[in-house]
């Protein structure tokens, strides 16, 4: 099993629809998660953090299951500009000094 | 603010041959990361600095790859000699701290292995 596992996608939307992607991970001991946003043939950059309580920007929601060991990224009312690929990223042991994982990415297409 | 600086941005370079890249991350950041990103997949960390002394470089394919971070700013990343399978896009990141503070990404260095 990989020890960050994201459906590949590509998942294709019309505007304005709900989208939500899973990301799964091995390690239960892991401690700090993100996602990130590439854009195609761009550089990642960070879209959120996600804590254990959950949390909000605007359209996007993250959330964190220590139980069944995923992360989840809702987006509502999607835009054009939200296709994307997003990279799911775990910190297993949460400290400075461990190996930081990122998932193989979702590709998101949104549709006028 | 300036973000962090890569150099080429693009390589084109026959098997067997070397490579090096340049890194500048940003000003004050104390942590670098060199990943490799095949295309398709996510980057893979090949080595983590903290200052100029390695954190982690379980990943880095030690007998053809070297990297260091002279003076705890800058740093290099260096393949001799290249293979096929290294053809990929290689990205340098910072941070100012540890695993929870977010890493900013250079453009990245396209590598073409002939």
């Known amino acids: 099993r990989k020890e960050v596992e994201q459906d590949p996608g590509p998942f294709n939307v019309p505007e304005g629809a709900t989208v939500a992607f899973n990301c799964t991970y091995s390690?239960?001991?892991?401690?700090?998660f993100f996602w990130y946003r590439q854009d195609c043939r761009k550089e990642p950059k960070l879209l959120m953090s996600?804590?254990?309580s959950g949390n909000e920007d605007g359209r996007f929601t993250a959330q964190l299951n220590r139980a069944s060991q995923y992360i989840s990224l809702l987006i509502r009312d999607s835009k054009l500009s939200d296709s994307a690929t997003y990279l799911c990223?775990?910190?297993?042991?949460?400290?400075?000094?461990?190996?930081?994982?990122f998932g193989s990415g979702t590709r998101l297409s949104i549709r006028p | 603010e300036a973000g962090v600086a890569q150099s080429p941005r693009y390589k084109i370079i026959e098997k067997r041959q070397s490579v090096a890249f340049w890194c500048n991350p940003i000003?004050?950041?104390?942590?670098l990361y060199w990943y490799q990103q095949i295309l398709g997949q996510g980057p893979k960390l090949l080595i983590q600095f903290q200052n100029n002394g390695v954190v982690d470089d379980s990943q880095l394919p030690k007998d053809r790859f070297s990297a260091e971070r002279l003076k705890g700013v800058d740093s290099t990343l260096k393949i001799q000699p290249a293979k096929l399978e290294d053809s990929a896009v290689y990205l340098c990141a910072s941070s100012s701290g540890g695993s929870y503070n977010e890493q900013f990404f250079g453009p990245g260095t396209r590598l073409t292995v002939l």
């Open positions: 390690n239960s001991a892991s401690q700090s």
């Open positions: 996600v804590y254990s």
């Open positions: 000003s004050g950041h104390a942590t």
């Open positions: 990223v775990v910190n297993p042991s949460g400290s400075s000094a461990s190996k930081i994982i």
